[in-house]
C-alpha cells in the first residue's frame, strides 16, 4: 500500500462530504444576507375622495372602499406591493353597471376579487406608482368595457348629501 492510496481515498471522501455542506451554507449564508421585502403600504396614503366624470364617486378610509351612490356599498381594501405598483386590492368581485340613470357599484355572485392599479401620466405614457405618497389616480373598468379613470379629489365631493341630491 502506497503513500498515495492511503490518502487519496480519505481525501477524495472529505470532498464529496464537503461539497454539499459547502453548498447548504452557501444557500443559509445568501438568505439572510438578502434585503427584507419591503412591507405593504398602510392604507392611509391612499385615504380620501376619488371622482369620476360618469361613475359614483369612491371615498377610502379605515372604515373601507365606499361607493358613494344610492345603494350603499362599503368593502374592505388593502394596498399591496406588487411588480407594477402599489395596487388597492378589494377581496370581493366589485363590478361597475351601467343603469338607465348612469353607473352602479355592486358585488357580483362569482368568487374573486378586484385590483386597481394606482399609475401616473408622463408625457403619453401612464406608469405604475410605487412611492405611497403619490396615490392621486387609478381606473375601473366598467361591464360595458368603458374606462373609468378616478383621481383624487376634494373630500365635500363625497358627501353623499351633496352628491345623490
Same mark, same amino acid.
Do not use: T
Given at each position: 500500500?502506497?503513500?498515495? /492510496?492511503? &490518502?487519496? /481515498?480519505?481525501?477524495?471522501?472529505?470532498?464529496?462530504? #464537503?461539497? *454539499?455542506?459547502?453548498t447548504m451554507g452557501g444557500i443559509v449564508g445568501w438568505s439572510f444576507t438578502r434585503p427584507p421585502p419591503i412591507p405593504d403600504p398602510?392604507?392611509?396614503?391612499?385615504?380620501?375622495? &376619488?371622482?369620476?366624470?360618469? #361613475? *359614483? *364617486?369612491?371615498?377610502?378610509?379605515y372604515a373601507g372602499f365606499h361607493a358613494v351612490q344610492k345603494s350603499e356599498l362599503t368593502l374592505p381594501f388593502k394596498l399591496v406591493r406588487s411588480?407594477?405598483?402599489i395596487v388597492l386590492s378589494i377581496k370581493a368581485p366589485l363590478n361597475l353597471a351601467r343603469e338607465q340613470d348612469g353607473y352602479r357599484y355592486y358585488v357580483a355572485d362569482r368568487k374573486g376579487g378586484l385590483s386597481l392599479s394606482f399609475y401616473k401620466i408622463d408625457g403619453d405614457r401612464s406608469y405604475?406608482?410605487? /412611492?405611497?405618497?403619490?396615490?392621486?389616480?387609478?381606473?375601473?373598468? #366598467?361591464d360595458d368595457r368603458t374606462i373609468m379613470s378616478y383621481e383624487r379629489a376634494n373630500n365635500t365631493r363625497c358627501d353623499q348629501k351633496q352628491t345623490l341630491g
Open positions: 500500500m502506497g503513500f498515495s /492510496d492511503a &490518502y487519496g /481515498d480519505r481525501s477524495f471522501k472529505l470532498l464529496l462530504l #464537503a461539497g *454539499p455542506i459547502l398602510d392604507v392611509k396614503w391612499s385615504f380620501g375622495c &376619488y371622482v369620476s366624470k360618469s #361613475a *359614483p *364617486p369612491i371615498l377610502l378610509n411588480k407594477m405598483g405604475g406608482i410605487f /412611492d405611497e405618497s403619490h396615490l392621486f389616480r387609478f381606473q375601473i373598468y #366598467a
